[in-house]
């Protein structure tokens, strides 16, 4: 029972492509709450230190 390079080949590319786009997913919800967050503070910190000094 062989099974052909090519089929394996396949099936590899299926594995990888699944595994990636899982991470990509997961990354691309951390990346979009910590680009957010660190947006977020962009904004407040220097708004909080010119309320500060007035």
């Keep these: ?3 052909s390079l090519a089929v394996l080949r396949r ?18 919800v951390w990346g979009f709450l910590f680009f957010l967050i660190k947006g977020m503070l962009w904004l ?6 010119v309320w500060w000094n007035s």
């Design 44 to 49: 407040i910190i220097p708004a909080a230190i």
């Design 1 to 3: 029972m062989m099974v």
């Design 11 to 28: 099936q590899c590319i299926r594995i990888v492509q699944k595994t990636m786009g899982a991470i990509i997913k997961r990354l691309g």
